[in-house]
């Protein structure tokens, strides 16, 4: 047995990023603000990122931008048979799945009595279907190698609520009940399921609200500030990572204290 206290410390950090070098993570909904911020996070940290998304020109400039750990996979995420081919594709690629992160989504905010039904069926298609796909084809995959960690990008409103965005609450808590579902199955064969529950955060979803709403919103936030894309992507590489290894169905909030 080797004595880990006698090795080097640069030895111990070079072996730390063959480790690291070897994890294939997949990232849906990647080229917006959260995703974007994840991939470049995780790809800084060693993984070998896919970047997944219907938007091949975004996804190209993207996996451009971070460099050789990244690649792209582009299809349409809300069509079940064009996710089942690309996925298919994927495993006969890489053949292992170490991390999945769900980040695909859209918010379309309205009064409860104007919701149309193309955004119920665009909103519920996009958070809610897309991401139990991808989370059925990772569970598969993961059981395989008997470990994994899958990181479902929820919203602090799928717990707490809020006005006008009904629609998009119902769809975010419907992810906090898979996540929490899938943990308790996928516990015993080593597969972590945990979600994210983001507050405020600048991101192209938030930056059309009306400079009075914005105000009265930060006015909610304890910190008296929106939290950034790479504060998320932080918490997602630690809940990516070994760190977290007895961590699973956590919903885990980062708002800024805007709910206590």
Known sequence: MVDIRKIPPTTLNDKRKIELSSLVTLITGATGGIGRAIAQQLAANGHRVVLAGRNAE?????ATEIGGQAETLCYELRDSQATSAALQGFARQHKRLDVLVNAAGVMLDAPLGMISSA?????????????????????????????GSIINIASIVGVTGSANQTLYAASKAAVIGATKSAAKELAPKGIRVNAVAPGFIDTRLTAKYAPEVRARILGQIGMGRAGTPEEVAELVAFLASDASRYITGQVIGIDGGMVL
């Open 58 to 62: 975004m996804l190209t400039a993207l």
């Open 119 to 147: 955004a119920i069926e665009e909103t519920l298609q996009t958070n809610l279907t897309a991401t139990l796909n991808h989370l059925q084809y990772a569970a598969r995959l993961m059981s395989k190698q008997g470990r």
